[in-house]
């Protein structure tokens, strides 16, 4: 499955932003999905996963209760609705296919382009 991000951009603190997630190949619709980001000058960090069929949701601490996973199987497209924003959500957004492993979940796929958030404090 290839991966395509958007709809980062610059955003007061307290703002909100919808990031998409645009996947192509047969197997979107069988596979878990995460959102996970990289900070300038830190390690790339989960965000946010979803099961396949969409019935489970699970977050980082950091951003549980103002970010929402959501995917439409229907459009091959998974999002991360963001809330609440904070400058420390500044990151590059990467979407992945993931499993969940002994550490947590990780990625199957490479990493493809990114999407920039900038908070603004």
């Known amino acids: 499955v290839q991966l395509q991000a958007s709809g980062g951009g610059l955003v007061q603190a307290g703002g909100s932003l919808r990031l998409s997630c645009a996947a192509s190949?047969?197997?979107?619709?069988?596979?878990?999905m995460g959102w996970f980001r990289q900070a300038p000058g830190k390690e790339r960090e989960f965000v946010a996963a979803?099961?396949?069929?969409?019935?489970?949701?699970y977050y980082a601490d950091s951003v549980k209760g103002r970010f929402t996973i959501s995917r439409d199987n229907a459009k091959s497209t998974v999002y991360l609705q963001m809330n609440s924003l904070k400058p420390e959500d500044t990151a590059v957004y990467y979407c992945a296919a993931v499993i969940s492993g002994t550490t947590g979940w990780v990625p199957l796929t490479s990493w493809g382009q990114g999407t920039l958030v900038t908070v603004s404090s």
């Open positions: 979803i099961k396949w069929s969409g019935s489970s949701t």
């Open positions: 190949g047969r197997t979107f619709n069988s596979v878990h």
